[in-house]
Protein backbone atom coordinates (compact mmCIF):
# COMPACT_ATOMS: atom_id res chain seq x y z
CA UNK A 1 0.00 0.00 0.00
CA UNK A 2 1.64 3.67 -1.12
CA UNK A 3 1.39 6.70 0.31
CA UNK A 4 -1.45 8.75 0.18
CA UNK A 5 -0.74 11.40 -2.13
CA UNK A 6 -3.53 13.99 -3.06
CA UNK A 7 -1.95 16.37 -5.62
CA UNK A 8 -3.58 19.51 -4.56
CA UNK A 9 -3.66 22.48 -7.07
CA UNK A 10 -5.46 24.88 -5.23
CA UNK A 11 -6.83 27.57 -7.08
CA UNK A 12 -9.72 29.02 -4.53
CA UNK A 13 -7.29 29.41 -1.89
CA UNK A 14 -5.46 32.54 -3.84
CA UNK A 15 -8.34 34.63 -4.26
CA UNK A 16 -8.54 37.47 -2.17
CA UNK A 17 -8.91 36.42 2.08
CA UNK A 18 -12.05 37.76 2.42
CA UNK A 19 -13.56 35.09 0.02
CA UNK A 20 -13.24 32.58 3.17
CA UNK A 21 -11.39 31.71 6.06
CA UNK A 22 -8.54 29.14 6.64
CA UNK A 23 -9.45 26.66 9.21
CA UNK A 24 -8.42 23.26 9.86
CA UNK A 25 -11.04 20.74 10.67
CA UNK A 26 -11.57 20.05 14.41
CA UNK A 27 -10.26 16.24 14.96
CA UNK A 28 -12.91 13.19 15.86
CA UNK A 29 -12.85 10.57 18.23
CA UNK A 30 -12.82 7.47 16.20
CA UNK A 31 -12.60 7.81 12.56
CA UNK A 32 -14.76 4.47 11.03
CA UNK A 33 -14.57 4.20 7.48
CA UNK A 34 -18.00 2.99 5.97
CA UNK A 35 -17.69 3.44 2.63
CA UNK A 36 -14.74 4.52 -0.42
CA UNK A 37 -16.58 5.56 -4.16
CA UNK A 38 -13.89 3.69 -6.02
CA UNK A 39 -14.11 4.65 -9.38
CA UNK A 40 -14.32 8.03 -8.28
CA UNK A 41 -11.16 7.60 -6.08
CA UNK A 42 -9.60 6.57 -9.42
CA UNK A 43 -10.34 9.46 -11.45
CA UNK A 44 -8.93 11.49 -8.50
CA UNK A 45 -5.65 9.74 -8.92
CA UNK A 46 -6.04 8.19 -5.25
CA UNK A 47 -5.75 4.94 -4.42
CA UNK A 48 -8.86 3.16 -3.14
CA UNK A 49 -6.68 0.83 -1.15
CA UNK A 50 -4.57 3.80 0.30
CA UNK A 51 -7.74 5.77 0.89
CA UNK A 52 -9.80 2.88 2.94
CA UNK A 53 -6.53 2.64 5.06
CA UNK A 54 -6.61 3.97 8.39
CA UNK A 55 -4.46 6.88 7.59
CA UNK A 56 -6.81 7.17 4.75
CA UNK A 57 -9.60 7.23 7.54
CA UNK A 58 -7.86 9.66 9.30
CA UNK A 59 -7.84 12.04 6.32
CA UNK A 60 -11.42 12.06 5.22
CA UNK A 61 -11.96 12.84 8.98
CA UNK A 62 -9.90 16.05 9.25
CA UNK A 63 -7.99 14.53 12.19
CA UNK A 64 -5.11 14.54 9.54
CA UNK A 65 -4.63 17.06 6.63
CA UNK A 66 -2.66 16.00 4.21
CA UNK A 67 0.38 17.63 2.54
CA UNK A 68 -1.10 20.62 -0.13
CA UNK A 69 -4.45 21.26 1.37
CA UNK A 70 -4.93 24.35 2.07
CA UNK A 71 -8.29 23.78 4.28
CA UNK A 72 -11.10 26.63 4.09
CA UNK A 73 -14.66 27.83 4.65
CA UNK A 74 -16.13 29.32 2.08
CA UNK A 75 -18.27 32.51 2.30
CA UNK A 76 -21.60 32.82 0.95
CA UNK A 77 -24.97 34.24 1.12
CA UNK A 78 -28.35 33.12 0.18
CA UNK A 79 -32.34 33.68 -0.04
CA UNK A 80 -33.68 30.76 2.04
CA UNK A 81 -37.60 29.84 1.45
CA UNK A 82 -37.27 33.62 -0.04
CA UNK A 83 -35.99 35.28 2.44
CA UNK A 84 -32.32 36.96 2.08
CA UNK A 85 -29.64 35.59 4.91
CA UNK A 86 -26.43 38.09 3.95
CA UNK A 87 -24.08 35.91 5.50
CA UNK A 88 -24.52 31.98 5.47
CA UNK A 89 -20.93 30.13 4.51
CA UNK A 90 -19.68 26.94 5.09
CA UNK A 91 -20.62 26.51 8.47
CA UNK A 92 -19.99 22.49 8.74
CA UNK A 93 -17.77 21.91 5.73
CA UNK A 94 -14.59 22.53 4.87
CA UNK A 95 -12.91 22.41 1.51
CA UNK A 96 -9.45 20.61 1.66
CA UNK A 97 -8.32 21.72 -1.49
CA UNK A 98 -8.35 21.28 -5.43
CA UNK A 99 -7.41 18.34 -7.43
CA UNK A 100 -7.29 17.94 -11.24
CA UNK A 101 -8.79 14.68 -12.23
CA UNK A 102 -7.68 12.27 -14.92
CA UNK A 103 -10.23 14.29 -17.34
CA UNK A 104 -8.27 16.96 -16.89
CA UNK A 105 -11.31 18.90 -14.96
CA UNK A 106 -10.56 20.74 -11.54
CA UNK A 107 -12.29 19.04 -8.64
CA UNK A 108 -12.92 20.14 -5.14
CA UNK A 109 -12.15 17.95 -2.33
CA UNK A 110 -14.88 19.02 0.59
CA UNK A 111 -15.77 17.88 3.90
CA UNK A 112 -18.58 18.05 5.04
CA UNK A 113 -19.53 17.75 8.92
CA UNK A 114 -15.50 18.49 9.58
CA UNK A 115 -16.62 21.21 12.75
CA UNK A 116 -16.98 24.83 13.70
CA UNK A 117 -16.48 27.78 11.09
CA UNK A 118 -16.84 31.17 11.77
CA UNK A 119 -19.81 30.80 9.75
CA UNK A 120 -21.35 27.92 12.32
CA UNK A 121 -24.04 30.58 13.43
CA UNK A 122 -25.12 28.67 16.70
CA UNK A 123 -24.75 25.00 14.64
CA UNK A 124 -22.12 22.59 15.70
CA UNK A 125 -20.56 21.95 12.68
CA UNK A 126 -21.28 18.40 12.47
CA UNK A 127 -23.57 15.92 10.61
CA UNK A 128 -25.19 12.66 11.54
CA UNK A 129 -24.93 9.87 9.98
CA UNK A 130 -28.33 9.21 8.15
CA UNK A 131 -28.05 12.29 6.06
CA UNK A 132 -24.46 12.09 5.21
CA UNK A 133 -25.64 8.41 3.81
CA UNK A 134 -28.91 9.99 1.90
CA UNK A 135 -26.31 12.13 -0.03
CA UNK A 136 -24.06 9.26 -0.45
CA UNK A 137 -26.88 7.31 -1.77
CA UNK A 138 -29.16 9.75 -4.06
CA UNK A 139 -25.69 11.68 -5.11
CA UNK A 140 -24.31 8.52 -6.49
CA UNK A 141 -27.41 7.18 -8.08
CA UNK A 142 -28.13 10.95 -9.90
CA UNK A 143 -24.21 10.33 -11.37
CA UNK A 144 -25.06 6.58 -12.49
CA UNK A 145 -28.31 8.36 -14.40
CA UNK A 146 -25.37 11.08 -16.14
CA UNK A 147 -27.28 13.47 -14.20
CA UNK A 148 -24.64 16.55 -13.08
CA UNK A 149 -24.03 16.09 -9.29
CA UNK A 150 -21.88 16.72 -6.86
CA UNK A 151 -20.44 13.62 -5.78
CA UNK A 152 -19.44 11.52 -2.62
CA UNK A 153 -15.72 10.20 -2.38
CA UNK A 154 -16.43 8.76 0.76
CA UNK A 155 -18.17 8.34 4.26
CA UNK A 156 -16.46 7.90 7.98
CA UNK A 157 -18.14 7.60 11.12
CA UNK A 158 -16.40 10.01 13.67
CA UNK A 159 -17.12 7.72 17.09
CA UNK A 160 -19.34 11.11 18.66
CA UNK A 161 -22.85 11.48 18.82
CA UNK A 162 -24.39 14.59 17.10
CA UNK A 163 -27.54 16.04 19.05
CA UNK A 164 -30.69 16.61 17.49
CA UNK A 165 -34.00 15.81 18.34
CA UNK A 166 -32.58 12.59 18.86
CA UNK A 167 -28.87 11.44 19.85
CA UNK A 168 -27.19 10.27 16.45
CA UNK A 169 -23.98 8.92 15.53
CA UNK A 170 -21.99 11.87 13.42
CA UNK A 171 -20.28 11.24 10.33
CA UNK A 172 -18.55 12.83 7.46
CA UNK A 173 -18.96 13.20 3.67
CA UNK A 174 -15.69 13.47 1.30
CA UNK A 175 -18.07 15.40 -1.15
CA UNK A 176 -16.11 16.36 -4.58
CA UNK A 177 -17.83 19.24 -7.00
CA UNK A 178 -16.55 20.69 -9.72
CA UNK A 179 -16.65 23.91 -7.54
CA UNK A 180 -19.08 24.75 -4.80
CA UNK A 181 -19.66 28.64 -6.45
CA UNK A 182 -23.11 29.12 -6.04
CA UNK A 183 -25.89 32.07 -6.69
CA UNK A 184 -25.41 32.67 -2.96
CA UNK A 185 -21.30 33.26 -3.40
CA UNK A 186 -22.36 36.05 -5.70
CA UNK A 187 -24.91 37.30 -3.25
CA UNK A 188 -22.26 37.48 -1.00
CA UNK A 189 -20.41 40.19 -2.20
CA UNK A 190 -23.55 42.29 -3.87
CA UNK A 191 -24.86 43.11 -0.65
CA UNK A 192 -21.91 44.43 0.33
CA UNK A 193 -21.48 46.09 -2.60
CA UNK A 194 -17.77 44.65 -3.03
CA UNK A 195 -17.36 45.89 -6.76
CA UNK A 196 -13.90 44.08 -7.09
CA UNK A 197 -14.83 40.92 -5.52
CA UNK A 198 -17.93 40.70 -7.86
CA UNK A 199 -15.54 40.87 -10.99
CA UNK A 200 -12.90 38.71 -9.72
CA UNK A 201 -15.89 35.81 -8.63
CA UNK A 202 -17.28 36.33 -12.19
CA UNK A 203 -13.75 35.55 -13.58
CA UNK A 204 -12.83 32.78 -11.50
CA UNK A 205 -16.31 31.01 -12.26
CA UNK A 206 -16.07 31.72 -16.44
CA UNK A 207 -12.39 30.42 -16.05
CA UNK A 208 -13.37 27.20 -13.91
CA UNK A 209 -16.63 26.09 -15.48
CA UNK A 210 -16.91 28.16 -19.18
CA UNK A 211 -13.89 28.30 -20.70
CA UNK A 212 -14.72 28.45 -23.94
CA UNK A 213 -16.29 31.84 -23.61
CA UNK A 214 -12.85 33.64 -21.92
CA UNK A 215 -12.41 36.99 -23.70
CA UNK A 216 -16.21 37.57 -24.46
CA UNK A 217 -16.72 41.30 -24.10
CA UNK A 218 -19.57 41.03 -21.56
CA UNK A 219 -18.25 38.42 -19.11
CA UNK A 220 -20.95 39.22 -16.89
CA UNK A 221 -23.63 38.48 -19.29
CA UNK A 222 -22.07 35.63 -20.51
CA UNK A 223 -21.99 34.18 -17.42
CA UNK A 224 -25.68 34.42 -16.38
CA UNK A 225 -26.75 33.21 -19.79
CA UNK A 226 -24.59 30.09 -18.95
CA UNK A 227 -25.65 29.14 -15.53
CA UNK A 228 -29.32 29.74 -17.27
CA UNK A 229 -28.41 26.99 -19.80
CA UNK A 230 -26.61 24.63 -17.58
CA UNK A 231 -29.46 25.09 -14.29
CA UNK A 232 -32.10 24.86 -16.86
CA UNK A 233 -30.68 21.52 -18.38
CA UNK A 234 -29.94 20.35 -14.98
CA UNK A 235 -33.46 20.85 -13.58
CA UNK A 236 -34.95 18.73 -16.34
CA UNK A 237 -33.28 16.24 -16.15
CA UNK A 238 -34.45 16.08 -12.54
CA UNK A 239 -38.18 16.37 -13.41
CA UNK A 240 -37.75 13.62 -15.69
CA UNK A 241 -36.68 11.41 -12.96
CA UNK A 242 -39.42 12.60 -10.56
CA UNK A 243 -36.71 14.09 -8.58
CA UNK A 244 -37.90 16.72 -5.78
CA UNK A 245 -34.66 18.51 -4.36
CA UNK A 246 -36.54 19.83 -1.99
CA UNK A 247 -34.51 22.84 -0.80
CA UNK A 248 -34.00 24.78 -3.64
CA UNK A 249 -32.52 27.79 -1.82
CA UNK A 250 -29.60 30.45 -3.76
CA UNK A 251 -27.20 29.18 -1.93
CA UNK A 252 -27.77 25.44 -2.68
CA UNK A 253 -28.13 26.14 -6.62
CA UNK A 254 -24.49 25.93 -8.04
CA UNK A 255 -22.91 27.93 -11.28
CA UNK A 256 -21.42 25.11 -12.33
CA UNK A 257 -25.23 23.38 -12.83
CA UNK A 258 -24.55 20.09 -10.53
CA UNK A 259 -27.03 19.29 -8.07
CA UNK A 260 -26.14 19.91 -4.76
CA UNK A 261 -27.37 19.61 -1.03
CA UNK A 262 -29.40 16.57 -1.12
CA UNK A 263 -31.38 17.43 2.34
CA UNK A 264 -34.98 16.97 2.27
CA UNK A 265 -34.77 15.45 -1.69
CA UNK A 266 -36.84 12.69 -2.76
CA UNK A 267 -37.89 10.73 -6.03
CA UNK A 268 -41.52 10.65 -6.25
CA UNK A 269 -43.51 7.33 -6.17
CA UNK A 270 -46.97 7.75 -7.10
CA UNK A 271 -47.33 10.74 -9.42
CA UNK A 272 -48.52 14.33 -8.49
CA UNK A 273 -47.36 17.41 -9.43
CA UNK A 274 -47.74 19.43 -6.68
CA UNK A 275 -45.40 16.52 -4.29
CA UNK A 276 -43.53 17.83 -1.11
CA UNK A 277 -40.93 15.69 1.05
CA UNK A 278 -39.28 18.30 2.95
CA UNK A 279 -40.93 18.57 6.80
CA UNK A 280 -40.43 22.28 6.70
CA UNK A 281 -41.63 22.96 3.16
CA UNK A 282 -45.18 23.89 4.19
CA UNK A 283 -46.08 26.41 1.66
CA UNK A 284 -45.10 23.56 -0.72
CA UNK A 285 -42.41 26.34 -2.41
CA UNK A 286 -40.22 23.87 -3.60
CA UNK A 287 -42.86 21.05 -5.00
CA UNK A 288 -42.19 19.29 -7.71
CA UNK A 289 -44.17 21.75 -10.48
CA UNK A 290 -42.86 24.65 -8.76
CA UNK A 291 -39.07 23.41 -9.43
CA UNK A 292 -38.70 25.93 -12.84
CA UNK A 293 -40.40 29.12 -11.82
CA UNK A 294 -37.85 28.82 -8.57
CA UNK A 295 -35.03 28.43 -10.62
CA UNK A 296 -36.03 31.14 -12.54
CA UNK A 297 -36.46 33.13 -9.87
CA UNK A 298 -32.81 32.22 -8.52
CA UNK A 299 -31.29 33.14 -11.43
CA UNK A 300 -32.75 36.52 -11.11
CA UNK A 301 -31.20 36.98 -8.33
CA UNK A 302 -28.07 36.13 -9.87
CA UNK A 303 -28.74 38.70 -12.48
CA UNK A 304 -29.88 41.19 -10.29
CA UNK A 305 -26.13 40.53 -8.20
CA UNK A 306 -24.44 41.06 -11.42
CA UNK A 307 -26.29 44.12 -13.01
CA UNK A 308 -23.36 46.89 -11.86
CA UNK A 309 -20.64 44.24 -14.06
CA UNK A 310 -23.32 43.92 -16.68
CA UNK A 311 -23.16 47.92 -17.58
CA UNK A 312 -22.58 50.33 -15.58
CA UNK A 313 -25.77 52.06 -17.03
CA UNK A 314 -28.25 50.84 -14.69
CA UNK A 315 -31.29 51.09 -17.14
CA UNK A 316 -29.44 49.33 -19.97
CA UNK A 317 -27.92 46.37 -17.30
CA UNK A 318 -31.41 45.60 -16.60
CA UNK A 319 -32.59 45.68 -19.77
CA UNK A 320 -29.98 43.28 -20.78
CA UNK A 321 -30.51 41.37 -17.09
CA UNK A 322 -34.51 41.15 -18.08
CA UNK A 323 -33.99 39.72 -21.72
CA UNK A 324 -32.05 36.96 -20.86
CA UNK A 325 -34.08 35.93 -17.80
CA UNK A 326 -37.43 36.38 -20.29
CA UNK A 327 -36.39 33.37 -22.40
CA UNK A 328 -35.75 31.00 -19.56
CA UNK A 329 -39.27 29.51 -19.73
CA UNK A 330 -38.49 29.24 -23.44
CA UNK A 331 -35.31 27.12 -22.47
CA UNK A 332 -36.62 25.08 -20.21
CA UNK A 333 -39.80 23.76 -21.95
CA UNK A 334 -37.22 22.85 -24.93
CA UNK A 335 -34.63 21.00 -22.14
CA UNK A 336 -37.76 18.99 -20.36
CA UNK A 337 -39.36 18.64 -23.98
CA UNK A 338 -35.94 17.17 -24.81
CA UNK A 339 -36.11 14.74 -21.99
CA UNK A 340 -39.66 13.64 -22.40
CA UNK A 341 -38.64 12.70 -25.97
CA UNK A 342 -36.44 10.29 -24.94
CA UNK A 343 -38.10 8.58 -22.49
CA UNK A 344 -41.02 7.95 -24.96
CA UNK A 345 -38.49 7.27 -27.06
CA UNK A 346 -39.76 9.94 -29.64
CA UNK A 347 -37.23 11.93 -31.77
CA UNK A 348 -40.09 14.76 -32.94
CA UNK A 349 -39.42 18.27 -31.72
CA UNK A 350 -39.16 19.27 -27.99
CA UNK A 351 -42.92 20.98 -28.06
CA UNK A 352 -44.54 18.33 -29.57
CA UNK A 353 -43.04 15.87 -27.24
CA UNK A 354 -44.09 17.71 -24.22
CA UNK A 355 -47.38 17.70 -24.75
CA UNK A 356 -47.98 14.35 -24.79
CA UNK A 357 -45.60 13.64 -21.85
CA UNK A 358 -47.71 16.22 -19.92
CA UNK A 359 -50.98 14.77 -20.92
CA UNK A 360 -49.18 11.24 -19.79
CA UNK A 361 -48.35 12.83 -16.41
CA UNK A 362 -52.18 14.38 -16.02
CA UNK A 363 -53.15 10.90 -16.34
CA UNK A 364 -50.72 9.52 -14.10
CA UNK A 365 -51.75 12.30 -11.40
CA UNK A 366 -55.32 11.73 -12.29
CA UNK A 367 -54.69 7.41 -11.69
CA UNK A 368 -52.42 7.28 -9.05
CA UNK A 369 -49.62 6.14 -11.45
CA UNK A 370 -46.54 5.09 -9.93
CA UNK A 371 -43.61 7.47 -11.31
CA UNK A 372 -41.01 5.45 -12.67
CA UNK A 373 -42.60 1.97 -13.71
CA UNK A 374 -44.84 4.05 -15.47
CA UNK A 375 -42.46 5.47 -18.05
CA UNK A 376 -40.31 1.83 -17.44
CA UNK A 377 -43.43 -0.32 -18.85
CA UNK A 378 -43.57 1.73 -21.87
CA UNK A 379 -41.22 -0.72 -23.46
CA UNK A 380 -43.64 -3.49 -23.07
CA UNK A 381 -46.02 -1.47 -23.87
CA UNK A 382 -44.44 -0.72 -27.29
CA UNK A 383 -44.59 -4.39 -28.69
CA UNK A 384 -48.38 -4.43 -27.73
CA UNK A 385 -47.69 -7.75 -26.62
CA UNK A 386 -49.13 -9.15 -23.22
CA UNK A 387 -46.54 -6.99 -20.77
CA UNK A 388 -48.87 -3.97 -22.24
CA UNK A 389 -50.90 -4.76 -18.68
CA UNK A 390 -48.39 -3.62 -16.58
CA UNK A 391 -48.63 -0.24 -18.00
CA UNK A 392 -52.52 -0.51 -18.26
CA UNK A 393 -52.26 -1.82 -14.58
CA UNK A 394 -50.88 1.69 -13.14
CA UNK A 395 -54.23 3.40 -14.29
CA UNK A 396 -56.46 1.17 -12.82
CA UNK A 397 -58.52 0.22 -15.86
CA UNK A 398 -56.97 0.42 -19.46
CA UNK A 399 -59.65 2.27 -20.73
CA UNK A 400 -58.29 4.91 -18.65
CA UNK A 401 -55.24 5.41 -20.84
CA UNK A 402 -55.79 3.61 -23.92
CA UNK A 403 -56.47 6.90 -26.11
CA UNK A 404 -53.19 8.47 -24.94
CA UNK A 405 -51.30 5.08 -25.59
CA UNK A 406 -53.29 4.81 -29.20
CA UNK A 407 -51.77 7.71 -29.94
CA UNK A 408 -48.07 7.32 -28.85
CA UNK A 409 -47.92 4.33 -30.46
CA UNK A 410 -48.52 5.97 -33.87
CA UNK A 411 -46.39 8.36 -33.43
CA UNK A 412 -43.43 6.00 -31.47
CA UNK A 413 -44.23 3.58 -35.01
CA UNK A 414 -43.97 7.01 -37.38
CA UNK A 415 -40.63 7.64 -35.82
CA UNK A 416 -38.77 5.00 -35.16
CA UNK A 417 -37.14 2.28 -37.77
CA UNK A 418 -38.75 -0.50 -35.80
CA UNK A 419 -40.64 -1.15 -32.64
CA UNK A 420 -37.57 -3.20 -30.98
CA UNK A 421 -35.81 -0.22 -31.70
CA UNK A 422 -37.95 2.03 -29.99
CA UNK A 423 -38.17 -0.88 -27.07
CA UNK A 424 -34.41 -0.97 -26.73
CA UNK A 425 -34.03 2.94 -26.59
CA UNK A 426 -37.06 3.26 -23.76
CA UNK A 427 -35.18 0.56 -21.85
CA UNK A 428 -32.03 2.79 -21.71
CA UNK A 429 -34.52 6.07 -20.96
CA UNK A 430 -36.16 4.77 -18.28
CA UNK A 431 -34.58 3.17 -15.22
CA UNK A 432 -36.09 0.56 -13.77
CA UNK A 433 -35.31 1.57 -10.38
CA UNK A 434 -34.29 4.59 -8.92
CA UNK A 435 -33.48 5.49 -5.19
CA UNK A 436 -36.88 5.60 -3.27
CA UNK A 437 -37.48 7.32 -0.25
CA UNK A 438 -38.63 4.41 1.87
CA UNK A 439 -35.34 2.04 0.78
CA UNK A 440 -33.39 5.25 1.70
CA UNK A 441 -34.83 5.16 4.90
CA UNK A 442 -34.75 1.78 5.61
CA UNK A 443 -30.89 1.51 4.97
CA UNK A 444 -30.39 5.11 7.31
CA UNK A 445 -32.45 3.30 10.38
CA UNK A 446 -30.53 0.17 10.08
CA UNK A 447 -27.30 1.91 10.39
CA UNK A 448 -28.26 4.92 12.90
CA UNK A 449 -30.38 2.04 15.37
CA UNK A 450 -27.73 -1.09 15.18
CA UNK A 451 -24.90 0.72 12.99
CA UNK A 452 -26.26 -1.93 10.37
CA UNK A 453 -24.31 -0.88 7.21
CA UNK A 454 -25.27 -4.33 5.33
CA UNK A 455 -28.13 -3.12 3.97
CA UNK A 456 -26.90 0.43 2.73
CA UNK A 457 -23.90 -1.82 0.75
CA UNK A 458 -26.92 -3.41 -0.51
CA UNK A 459 -28.96 -0.71 -1.53
CA UNK A 460 -25.65 0.28 -3.05
CA UNK A 461 -25.30 -2.58 -5.46
CA UNK A 462 -28.45 -2.39 -6.61
CA UNK A 463 -28.50 0.83 -7.11
CA UNK A 464 -25.70 0.56 -9.41
CA UNK A 465 -27.45 -0.61 -11.88
CA UNK A 466 -31.02 1.49 -12.53
CA UNK A 467 -31.61 0.51 -16.18
CA UNK A 468 -31.16 -3.25 -15.45
CA UNK A 469 -34.32 -5.44 -15.47
CA UNK A 470 -35.74 -6.63 -12.27
CA UNK A 471 -37.98 -9.13 -11.26
CA UNK A 472 -41.56 -7.95 -10.87
CA UNK A 473 -41.79 -7.49 -7.13
CA UNK A 474 -38.40 -7.11 -6.43
CA UNK A 475 -38.22 -5.03 -3.56
CA UNK A 476 -36.21 -2.57 -5.15
CA UNK A 477 -38.29 -2.02 -8.10
CA UNK A 478 -41.50 -2.38 -6.72
CA UNK A 479 -43.26 1.21 -5.22
CA UNK A 480 -43.90 1.31 -1.23
CA UNK A 481 -46.83 -0.45 0.29
CA UNK A 482 -48.81 1.98 1.97
CA UNK A 483 -47.60 1.36 5.43
CA UNK A 484 -43.95 1.44 3.84
CA UNK A 485 -44.42 5.02 2.25
CA UNK A 486 -42.73 7.76 3.75
CA UNK A 487 -43.99 11.11 2.59
CA UNK A 488 -41.47 13.32 4.42
CA UNK A 489 -37.86 13.84 5.01
CA UNK A 490 -36.22 16.34 7.11
CA UNK A 491 -32.79 18.03 6.00
CA UNK A 492 -31.12 16.66 9.09
CA UNK A 493 -28.71 20.13 9.70
P1 LIG B 1 -28.05 23.78 4.30
O1 LIG B 1 -29.37 23.65 4.95
O2 LIG B 1 -27.22 22.54 4.39
O3 LIG B 1 -28.11 24.32 2.93
O4 LIG B 1 -27.23 24.84 5.17
C1 LIG B 1 -27.62 26.18 5.30
C2 LIG B 1 -26.61 26.91 6.14
O5 LIG B 1 -26.58 26.39 7.48
C3 LIG B 1 -25.18 26.81 5.64
O6 LIG B 1 -24.53 28.02 5.94
C4 LIG B 1 -24.62 25.69 6.46
O7 LIG B 1 -23.23 25.74 6.57
C5 LIG B 1 -25.27 25.95 7.80
N1 LIG B 1 -25.37 24.72 8.61
C6 LIG B 1 -26.16 23.66 8.39
N2 LIG B 1 -25.98 22.72 9.34
C7 LIG B 1 -25.05 23.18 10.18
C8 LIG B 1 -24.43 22.67 11.36
N3 LIG B 1 -24.74 21.49 11.86
N4 LIG B 1 -23.50 23.45 11.96
C9 LIG B 1 -23.18 24.65 11.46
N5 LIG B 1 -23.73 25.19 10.38
C10 LIG B 1 -24.65 24.47 9.72
MG1 LIG C 1 -26.70 23.96 1.48
Known amino acids: MGKLQFEFDNSYAKLPERFYTRIIPTKVKKPGLVIINEPLANSLALNPDTLGSEMGAEILAGNHVPDGAEPLAMAYAGHQFGGFVPQLGDGRAI ?31 RAPLGPVLREYIVSSFMDLLSIPTTRSLAVVTTGEEVFRENVLPGAILTRVAESHLRIGTFEYFAVRRDLE ?38 VAKWMSVGFVHGVMNTDNTTISGETIDYGPCAFIDTYQSDKVFSSIDHAGRYAFKNQPDVLQWNLTQLAQCLLPLIDERTDSAVSIAREIISRFPEIFAEDL ?16 ALRIALELLKLMSDHSADFTLTFRYLADA ?30 VTLENDSLVTAKKKLLAANPAIVARNHLVEEVIRAAEENGDFSRFHHLMAELAEPFTERPDQSKYARPPSPAEEVTMTFCGT
Open 382 to 411: VLGDETTGLFEQQFGQPAAVSEWLTKWLSL
Open 197 to 234: ALKILTMFAIERHFPGTVGDSNPAKTLLECVLKRQSAL
Open 95 to 125: LLGEIIDCYGARQDIHLKGAGRTPYSRGGDG
Open 337 to 352: GREFAKKLGLSCDPAA
